[in-house]
């Protein structure tokens, strides 16, 4: 089940985004996690945390940004993340088709994301889960920790 993240939720996103095997592949570098109270605020402050549960108990995360305008008909897919304790269970899979199922009910035309070129694993679910790969952005994400820029692979579903 998928449902808006809460502020007693703070706990269970903190821990995925500085988790030592999610944290590489997203947005914040683990030296700033001391920040990350006033970055949680202002992720709640525009409605854009979800979290994905199974059994009452929180499994995964991802922001679903609607885009305006002329790409009014766009939500960028962000900070997708599973917990590592269940990775390789399924459970990716069904979050995924169920944050596509959620853009369905909003009405749009086209989901998209980028992911480290590197990230076999989540291209793979990506695809899986219907996602193309539409090109690659160089030199996109600044490592501040490794001193190296890295390039990401732009992906879209596009809603029949």
Known sequence: MIRRAGYDD???????????QTNPYLLYEMEEEVDFPVIFDELMGKNLLWIFETDGSPKGMFKLIPLAHRTSHIAYLGG???????????????????????????????????TATFNEKAIRLYEKTGFQKEGVLRDFCWLKSENRYIDEVMMSYLYP
């Open 10 to 20: 703070y706990d269970f996103i903190r821990t995925l985004y500085f988790h030592p």
């Open 80 to 114: 997708v993340a599973i917990h590592p304790e269940v990775a390789g269970s399924g459970l990716g899979t069904q979050m995924l088709s169920e944050i596509i199922e959620l853009g369905r009910t909003m009405g749009l035309h086209r989901m998209e994301l980028s």
